[in-house]
Each structure stands twice: as structure tokens, then as C-alpha cells.
């Protein structure tokens, strides 16, 4: 069986061609034929049971019913039923919720909101990468410009503007309380800055970073295992442990900056 359209626009199910052989087992399970139990009768034994819940025989089982409103100007004044249709049909349209990339900035929206509920600081957006093409996917600040229908609060939240140059971004993402990068350079820059960082790790050059620097990856998680509940374990792991980390920079950063100062004598004697 499968359900198809019938000639009144409806769905209805439909045979297969050369897929029956009238068993009847569709329709011993079909709420609409025969003595078989209705629409009432199923939601009874599935919502019935739970706490709170309302039945009205019009609308069915229910736990509540709300009244609501958009607030976008205009979008009452034209509306028969308070313009929630029109605002909501508008934002998934703007968002574009549905295309990968709208995936990717719920994602990114869901984790900046974990990180303003967990430090309870405003969030400042660090775009690093960005390009002429005007494209999203390729260009950081794009792509954090496009976050803000996702957010429930664009308020907290602050975006650099894509004119900074290397070293007044350095600056900015040195007065951060914590950081939380992708990029691998602009995590250097925090990690030289002694800020706190939470390294999203895309490659294994992330994990060495933080391998070199803390001899572990605790501060470190992988793109793959980039989900709510764990970003959010993450964050709160940094939090407890941000003054211990800025004392750990601030005794290790420099010994690097030596190392890396000899490395580079080295290959200038090996050169000349």
C-alpha cells in the first residue's frame, strides 16, 4: 500500500500494482473501515492516560490552549488571527531553516545560546576567515551575520565587524573572559592572550595544540562529537577551571615562545 492523492486532492491510501495478495492486514489496522476502532477511540488509549491532560470532543485531547500574537509591525493590523501564521511563514522563509546551511546556523545559534546561559556573560561573535565572494559557507562574518533570526536573544550578542585587521582582532579576542574557536589561528591568539579556550576541533592540529600546551585534550572537542549536552559539559568544565587555566597560560605561553624562538635559530643555522 501507499498513500497517494485521490481525485478530490486528498490522501488516501492506494494498491500497488502487483503488491497485494488480499490478506487483509491493512485492513484489520485501518482506523476507517469496518468495526475497526476510530480516531477517538486510538487517541484515547494513547493521550487519555496523561497527567493533565483535556479532552473536548471538537478539538480532541489536549494539555492547553494559548492565544498569541505577533509583534512585527503591521502583521496584527492586516491579520484576521493575529498574524502568528504570517510571522512564522516569514521567519522560516528569511531563515531558510530548512537548507543545510540553515541546519548548520540552528546549530551554531543552539551553542552560542548555551555558552551566554552557562558563563552568564554578553557573546561576542569573532568572524576570522572571511571573502568577497559573498558567500556564507566560505565567509565567517556571513555566516554569523545570518545567526541572528536563530537566536532568541540577538541582544546578548555582538558581531565584529569584517574590516579589524589581525592585530585588533588579537586585541578583542584578548579581553575576552573565555573563548570558544574553530580556527586554529584565532585560538592561538587566545591561547598566547591567556585566555581560557574551548578548541573546536576540525583537524588533529587543534588537539595537538592543546596536547603541546596542557599535555591533554579536555579543553578540546571534535566537530563530530559536537553536540548540545557535551558543548555544554565543555563550557562549564572551563568555567570552573578558568582561573587555573589563566595561571597554566600564563606559566607555559612563554616557555613555547622560547622553543619556538630556539626552533627558529636552528633552522637559520641549518639554512646558512
Same mark, same amino acid.
Given at each position: 500500500? +501507499? /498513500?497517494?492523492?485521490? #481525485?478530490?486532492?486528498?490522501? !488516501?491510501?492506494?494498491?500497488?500494482?502487483?503488491?497485494?495478495?488480499r490478506?487483509?492486514?491493512?485492513?484489520?489496522?485501518?482506523?476507517?473501515?469496518?468495526? !475497526?476502532?476510530?480516531?477517538?477511540?486510538?487517541?484515547?488509549?494513547?493521550?487519555?492516560? #496523561?497527567?493533565?491532560?483535556?479532552?473536548?470532543?471538537?478539538?480532541?485531547?489536549?494539555?492547553?490552549?494559548? $492565544?498569541?500574537?505577533?509583534?512585527?509591525?503591521?502583521?496584527? =493590523?492586516?491579520?484576521?488571527?493575529? @498574524?502568528?501564521?504570517?510571522?512564522?511563514? #516569514?521567519a522560516?522563509?528569511?531563515?531558510?531553516?530548512?537548507?543545510?546551511?540553515?541546519q548548520?546556523?540552528? +546549530?551554531? %545559534?543552539?551553542?552560542?545560546?548555551?555558552?551566554?546561559? $552557562?558563563?552568564?556573560?554578553?557573546?561576542? *561573535?569573532?568572524?576570522? $576567515?572571511?571573502?568577497?565572494?559573498?558567500?556564507?559557507?566560505?565567509?565567517?562574518?556571513?555566516?554569523?551575520?545570518?545567526l541572528?533570526?536563530?537566536?532568541?536573544?540577538?541582544?546578548?550578542?555582538? *558581531?565584529?565587524?569584517?574590516?579589524?585587521?589581525?592585530?585588533?582582532?588579537?586585541?578583542?579576542?584578548? !579581553?575576552?573572559?573565555?573563548?570558544?574557536? %574553530?580556527?586554529?589561528?584565532?585560538? /592561538?591568539?587566545?591561547?598566547?592572550?591567556?585566555?581560557?579556550?574551548?578548541?573546536? =576541533?576540525?583537524?588533529? +592540529?587543534?588537539?595537538?595544540?592543546?596536547?603541546? /600546551? &596542557?599535555?591533554?585534550?579536555? &579543553?578540546?572537542?571534535?566537530?563530530?562529537?559536537?553536540?548540545? !549536552? =557535551? &558543548?555544554?559539559?565543555?563550557?562549564? #568544565? *572551563?568555567v570552573?577551571? %578558568?582561573?587555573?587555566?589563566?595561571?597554566?597560560? @600564563?606559566?607555559?605561553?612563554?616557555? *613555547? +615562545?622560547?622553543? =619556538?624562538?630556539?626552533?627558529?635559530?636552528?633552522?637559520?643555522?641549518?639554512?646558512?
Amino acid at each position: 500500500m +501507499k /498513500i497517494a492523492w485521490n #481525485e478530490f486532492g486528498e490522501y !488516501q491510501p492506494a494498491e500497488g500494482e502487483g503488491h497485494c495478495d488480499r490478506c487483509g492486514i491493512c485492513l484489520k489496522v485501518c482506523p476507517f473501515f469496518g468495526d !475497526q476502532d476510530d480516531e477517538t477511540t486510538l487517541a484515547h488509549g494513547l493521550f487519555a492516560p #496523561e497527567p493533565g491532560m483535556q479532552n473536548y470532543s471538537p478539538l480532541g485531547y489536549f494539555l492547553g490552549c494559548y $492565544v498569541g500574537y505577533s509583534r512585527q509591525e503591521g502583521h496584527r =493590523a492586516e491579520a484576521s488571527s493575529g @498574524g502568528l501564521l504570517r510571522w512564522t511563514l #516569514e521567519a522560516l522563509l528569511k531563515s531558510g531553516r530548512a537548507t543545510p546551511q540553515g541546519q548548520r546556523l540552528r +546549530k551554531a %545559534a543552539e551553542l552560542a545560546e548555551i555558552l551566554a546561559q $552557562v558563563t552568564g556573560l554578553p557573546v561576542v *561573535l569573532v568572524p576570522h $576567515v572571511t571573502s568577497l565572494s559573498q558567500n556564507p559557507e566560505g565567509c565567517d562574518y556571513l555566516f554569523l551575520k545570518s545567526l541572528d533570526p536563530f537566536l532568541n536573544d540577538p541582544s546578548r550578542y555582538r *558581531l565584529l565587524p569584517d574590516h579589524l585587521n589581525a592585530q585588533e582582532t588579537m586585541w578583542v579576542i584578548s !579581553q575576552c573572559q573565555l573563548f570558544v574557536g %574553530a580556527r586554529t589561528h584565532a585560538t /592561538i591568539a587566545a591561547f598566547s592572550s591567556g585566555v581560557p579556550t574551548l578548541s573546536i =576541533a576540525y583537524s588533529p +592540529k587543534a588537539i595537538g595544540l592543546n596536547q603541546d /600546551i &596542557f599535555s591533554h585534550a579536555d &579543553f578540546c572537542i571534535s566537530t563530530t562529537d559536537l553536540d548540545p !549536552q =557535551a &558543548f555544554r559539559e565543555k563550557i562549564t #568544565e *572551563l568555567v570552573r577551571s %578558568a582561573d587555573a587555566v589563566r595561571k597554566h597560560l @600564563g606559566e607555559q605561553i612563554p616557555k *613555547l +615562545k622560547s622553543q =619556538a624562538w630556539a626552533a627558529g635559530d636552528i633552522l637559520r643555522n641549518g639554512i646558512s
